[in-house]
């Protein structure tokens, strides 16, 4: 998912649940941050990496794809195949309660088991969309490189090359939402009246139709803070809590390699 989901959505999902705004700024700054974070600072973490090239480096596979955006789920032929909602994304965002920014980061990754289910973050076959002759097929075959940013953009409806099922990304956003505002309001705000949700969600979808700046100018009005901007956020959040970023995402890998140890290695 793009910063329309993780940065702008999140931030109305937390406050349409009650979180403060100052709370919810943080922790939707902590969730799109997830995604720029590309080169390792201090503890050597980094969460992301911006060069296509460097997926291919199995390090980069297992310690910034796979517990920042490709978490394995629940699928038993394809153990390290992301699966939406899945019981490892959940036990991630239970163990992040508490703290705003490992809940950021813990939500990045969450709402990635929804628009990067069928993948995974490996270099391996089953994400392999192109027969060998075509361009596509020159990317490596890591998590959805080869169709590039399609299964990202909320409006996009598209066909899946391996299966030849046809995707609509506004639905698997809407599940995302939906997931996410319900960890929120536990979390924050227990007696949240349903309705906030029901009266949400006709708005959401017809949002989730637009294109992507459109979008975002939409979820801003719908959050009554229609002057937010993460080219402003971003800078104020990353100058203070930078530091205390890194510590959260390295508390989130630590739990992320938890969860691994008794998955089968994939070659080579």
């Not at 937390?14 to 600072?41: C, F, H, M």
């Not at 953009?153 to 995707?167: A, C, E, M």
């Not at 637009?210 to 719908?222: M, P, S, T, V």
Request: aromatic content about 12%; some cysteine.
């Amino acid at each position: 998912m793009q910063k329309d989901v993780h940065f702008y959505l999140t931030y109305l999902l937390a406050r349409r649940a009650g979180i403060p705004d100052a709370d919810a700024e943080k922790i939707a700054w902590a969730d799109q941050y997830t995604d720029d974070l590309t080169k390792p600072d201090l503890y050597e973490i980094q969460t992301q990496s911006d060069i296509l090239g460097n997926w291919v480096e199995r390090q980069i596979q297992l310690s910034v794809l796979i517990p920042f955006h490709f978490l394995p789920g629940n699928d038993p032929q394809h153990p390290w195949m992301t699966t939406r909602n899945s019981p490892r994304a959940q036990s991630l965002v239970d163990a992040a309660r508490g703290d705003l920014l490992q809940l950021g980061i813990a939500l990045h990754a969450f709402q990635d088991t929804f628009s990067h289910e069928s993948f995974s973050g490996w270099r391996e076959d089953l994400n392999a969309c192109f027969p060998w002759y075509q361009v596509e097929a020159a990317i490596p075959n890591v998590g959805h490189a080869e169709l590039r940013v399609i299964p990202d953009v909320v409006n996009y409806v598209w066909t899946d090359p391996r299966s030849g099922k046809q995707l609509d990304n506004k639905e698997r956003t809407l599940a995302a939402a939906k997931a996410t505002f319900d960890y929120l309001s536990r979390f924050f705000n227990p007696g949240v009246n349903p309705s906030v949700w029901q009266a949400l969600e006709p708005k959401l979808e017809r949002i989730f139709k637009f294109d992507y700046d459109k979008r975002i100018d939409e979820l801003c009005a719908l959050s009554e803070r229609s002057a937010i901007d993460y080219k402003e956020v971003n800078p104020r959040l990353e100058g203070g809590s930078k530091v205390d970023f890194m510590k959260a995402a390295s508390k989130h890998l630590a739990e992320t390699m938890k969860l691994f140890q008794n998955l089968p290695w994939v070659g080579p």
